[in-house]
């Protein structure tokens, strides 16, 4: 995850735009599932987004994590909120996510305006 945030942003908002553009109905009925997921239900839309950050931690997706990570960043997910999430996502998903933690450390120190290593 060595780019920046707004890096990132631009280039998925590019890509998703692009992506949609193809008018494919598959990807498209996806991309609003997907969509409709995180918005509030019975669970509400912060929570949501903990357990997308959590899976995606799992699943050991850069690009996912970061994005979660963003979202609950504006959703006002706090720091400790934060590491309790990881420590899940590191029981469940074991040793193997310890390089998507770092990463995902550092992203949110980014966001929060710290320095990482």
């Known amino acids: 995850m060595n780019q920046s945030s707004n890096d990132f ?9 692009r ?8 990807i498209k009925r996806f991309f609003g599932v997907d969509t409709l997921a995180y918005q509030d239900g019975a669970l509400n839309v912060k929570t949501k987004e ?19 990570i963003q979202k609950c960043c504006e959703l006002g997910v706090t720091r400790s909120e934060f590491f309790d999430i990881f ?3 590191l ?4 040793s193997i ?3 998507h933690l770092r990463r995902a ?10 320095t990482s290593l």
């Open 87 to 89: 420590s899940v996502a």
């Open 9 to 17: 942003n631009k280039f998925r908002e590019q890509m998703n735009a």
């Open 91 to 94: 029981t469940v998903g074991g």
């Open 105 to 114: 450390v550092a992203v949110l120190d980014e966001l929060e305006g710290k």
């Open 50 to 68: 903990m357990l997308g950050l959590c899976a995606s931690m799992v699943m050991r997706c850069d690009d996912c994590i970061r994005y979660h």
């Open 97 to 99: 996510v310890i390089p």
């Open 19 to 26: 992506i949609l553009a193809e008018d494919h109905a598959v």
